[in-house]
Nanobody
Framework: VQLQASGGGLVQAGGSLRLSCAAS????????MGWFRQAPGKERDFVGG??????STYYADSVKGRFTISRDNAKAYLQMNSLKPEDTAVYYC???????????????WGKGTLVTVSS
């Protein structure tokens, strides 16, 4: 499965962006999807995830109340509101047929999309 995240860009603090994640040539409907981010010089961290049914979502404490994950049959989405400079990172989407949202739990990774939040 080839994933591609899109929708990144430059935004001022307090602004919003919506990221999308699509699978090449197929839908993401049967996968649990995760969003991760990696800031320069830092490890890749979990941002949020959504089960394959869409019934459950999970978020890192740092983004709770500001970010929302959703999905349809074709794509997964990460709505980011009230963005802060510390949200600046490359954002990656990932997919798994299993359980868990550790980086090692994900089976497939997409190329990231850069989000830059200016102060």
């Amino acid at each position: 499965v080839q994933l591609q995240a899109s929708g990144g860009g430059l935004v001022q603090a307090g602004g919003s962006l919506r990221l999308s994640c699509a699978a090449s040539g197929r839908t993401v409907s049967s996968y649990t999807m995760g969003w991760f981010r990696q800031a320069p010089g830092k490890e890749r961290d979990f941002v949020g995830g959504i089960t394959w049914t869409g019934a459950s979502t999970y978020y890192a404490d740092s983004v709770k109340g500001r970010f929302t994950i959703s999905r349809d049959n074709a794509k997964a989405y990460l709505q980011m509101n009230s963005l802060k400079p510390e949200d600046t990172a490359v954002y990656y989407c990932a997919a798994t047929t299993g359980y868990g949202f550790q980086t090692g739990d994900m089976d497939y990774w997409g190329k990231g999309t850069l989000v830059t939040v200016s102060s």
